[in-house]
């Protein structure tokens, strides 16, 4: 026998381990499984979400970088750029102040709607398939996932039966609103984390009630005995909701605004409903909220002082809110971008991501009468999502009333906030997107009611929901081709002329309304700067809030080229002031694309500008 062969002792543990190994991914396989099997019914309503999500926008798929949303492709630009800016702190390279756009002043990102924490979490997927796919992606899980988050808080928080959660989730989901806005606002319709809060302010309100007080335990005691507060639920509540406010503020601040105006109008109004519960549990229900806003502020301070008084900051909102605001007659209106819907009721708002009231009558009549019927059961809870209804809806209709396209001299609710810091930031109109969620949760409540019971309402109810949300299901969102973006960016060419950080003036340069050299940035990842562009910053009248800045006199001049497509007469004046503005943008190179708009006549200016070009690619391209 060989000395070198293994003994029985020594060959027992590896036999044992391998053993060992084989039980645990066996047990890990059957504790996935069951899993499964145990959520397969959840698991089944988020896999059709879903799909109805990737179906609404599957018309980006084939090449989410050659396909645009057709009803608003110049947000979708803006947004493909700041998913490209956001990724870069995957690369160690980001601020608060970017120096990739508005070259030299940069731009604020907190006072643009910039959707940091997504693009920080997607960084991965736009620095390896590009910032359009992440787009694509984000446009439709914000929808599936907002569904989904609404469909477990009502079926898991409020006890409901399944169906009438998932009907409530779907149009929490896809409901006009949402639909409308996918439209580019990847930081209106990112809900998802609505219902967190909402769970996380209803669980804090539970743990703060002590509880009625309980009769004496035996006669002649001096003080009746009291329930305490669950305080160890109450600092998880506070954290969490915390945690969650410090998050959704990185997402979508506009968001958060609309969810906290909603709620404060529903506790006021369950409060008023039942008195007793807000005198004992308000005193440890506002401490926990102190303490959640506290913890909030430890991280959100510095960004929001950023935001409103930092370098490029703005304090006040740009929109007009008698513009932005909702046409009373879009409410029984239903959406075009709906199977019932017409290409006529477009003409009640502003514009395609705009459909935030188009409800139609059905569903407001049927909602309605739901929340008659289920008045006696739910009482508290109905009189605070009808209020609240009311509310959100008569402060979309702006500071003056709107019927069917004509302004009225009725003023509306909105008129009393006007002005108010913060509040004159969010667009009237976008109120009515908290009906969604008050509307599902009448409608939830009405279903599970009629379901539980065994009258003919048990299948009337769910016919008459059915009924009044067909006319408004979705239909999938028009997309169109857009032009490729030039291969001198995409091959990496662009390096040959500025270094990574440098400032690339492309012609003619980006504006709010053609800001489609900011797909450029966005193709290379952010890796240069450009001027002006497509964003919000402190240039308006007395350093209010504009979109978009200053033209440079050169950018001026090749804006009026590329727009009429004449030659103008260039001087030594002319050439001194290219000069000098490209001086002040720090440019390294200045870039002409084959495909820009009477190229030859921006090619002929140019050279006048800036001497003789060089070609690169498919580019003309003139170091200065």
């Not at 302010?201 to 004496?216: E, H, I, K, W």
């Not at 971008?337 to 459909?355: D, M, W």
């Not at 490209?582 to 009477?598: Q, R």
Request: with cysteine; charged share 15%.
């Amino acid at each position: 026998m060989s000395s070198a062969a293994p003994t029985a002792p020594d060959a027992a543990p590896e036999q044992a381990f391998r053993l060992a190994d084989q039980v645990n991914r066996q047990a890990w396989a059957v504790r996935l499984l069951a899993a499964v099997r145990r959520h397969r019914a959840d698991l089944l309503v988020a896999l059709i979400c879903t799909v109805v999500a990737g179906w609404l926008t599957h018309g980006l798929w084939p090449d989410p970088a050659g396909r645009t949303l057709a009803l608003n492709p110049e947000d979708q630009a803006l947004y493909e750029w700041f998913l490209a800016v956001d990724a870069r702190a995957l690369l160690g390279d980001f601020s608060l102040l970017t120096d990739r756009l508005n070259a030299p002043d940069g731009v604020n990102l907190m006072a643009n709607t910039t959707v940091i924490a997504l693009g920080i979490v997607c960084a991965p997927i736009t620095l390896l398939l590009g910032a359009p796919v992440t787009f694509a992606l984000l446009a439709a899980a914000n929808l599936a996932g907002t569904a989904v988050a609404w469909y477990l808080l009502f079926h898991r928080a409020m006890r409901v039966r399944r169906f009438a959660a998932a009907l409530g989730g779907g149009l929490c989901g896809f409901g006009p609103g949402m639909i409308s806005q996918t439209n580019s606002h990847l930081h209106m319709t990112a809900q998802w984390l609505v219902p967190v809060i909402v769970w996380l302010v209803a669980r804090l309100l539970r743990a703060s009630d002590p509880g009625p007080t309980p009769p004496a335990t035996r006669a002649g005691s001096d003080r009746a005995l009291r329930a305490a507060p669950d305080r160890r639920r109450m600092l998880s509540s506070a954290a969490g909701l915390a945690a969650t406010v410090t998050a959704q503020v990185f997402i979508g601040e506009e968001v958060l605004f609309l969810a906290a105006v909603t709620l404060l109008v529903m506790a006021v109004s369950y409060a008023v409903a039942d008195r007793d519960l807000a005198r004992r549990a308000l005193p440890n229900f506002a401490g926990g909220l102190a303490i959640a806003a506290g913890l909030a502020l430890l991280v959100l301070g510095y960004p929001l002082w950023f935001q409103f008084a930092g370098p490029q900051g703005v304090a006040d909102g740009m929109f007009s809110p008698a513009y932005f605001s909702a046409d009373l007659s879009s409410w029984w209106t239903v959406s075009p971008l709906s199977v019932a819907g017409s290409a006529e009721s477009a003409r009640l708002t502003t514009g395609p991501a705009e459909y935030n009231t188009f409800l139609g009558l059905p569903l407001l009549l049927v909602t309605a009468l739901c929340a008659i019927w289920v008045w006696m059961g739910r009482r508290r809870l109905v009189l605070a999502c009808v209020v609240a209804a009311l509310a959100m809806g008569a402060l979309s209709l702006g500071p003056e009333v709107v019927l069917g396209g004509t302004r009225t001299a009725l003023p509306g609710p909105y008129a009393l906030l006007a002005g108010l810091p913060v509040v004159d930031g969010a667009l009237p109109m976008r109120f009515g997107l908290a009906l969604l969620p008050i509307v599902a949760t009448l409608l939830v409540l009405a279903l599970d009611k009629a379901l539980r019971s065994t009258g003919r309402a048990r299948r009337l109810v769910p016919l008459g929901v059915v009924a009044a949300l067909l006319p408004i299901f979705p239909t999938p969102l028009p997309t169109a081709e857009r032009p490729a973006v030039p291969e001198f960016i995409t091959g990496g060419h662009w390096r040959q002329c500025v270094h990574p950080g440098g400032v690339l003036v492309p012609v003619p340069l980006p504006t709010p309304k053609e800001p489609w050299p900011m797909r450029w940035a966005a193709a290379a990842d952010a890796g240069f700067g450009l001027p002006e562009g497509f964003f919000i910053g402190p240039y308006g009248r007395g350093g209010t809030a504009a979109m978009g800045t200053f033209k440079q006199p050169t950018s001026a001049l090749l804006a009026d080229v590329a727009r009429r497509g004449d030659q103008p007469v260039i001087g030594d004046e002319q050439r001194r002031q290219a000069a000098r503005d490209a001086d002040f943008w720090g440019a390294s190179c200045v870039a002409l694309a084959d495909d820009a708009p009477h190229v030859e006549s921006l090619r002929a200016t140019l050279e006048q500008l800036y001497g003789p070009a060089t070609r690169i690619a498919d580019a003309w391209i003139w170091r200065v």
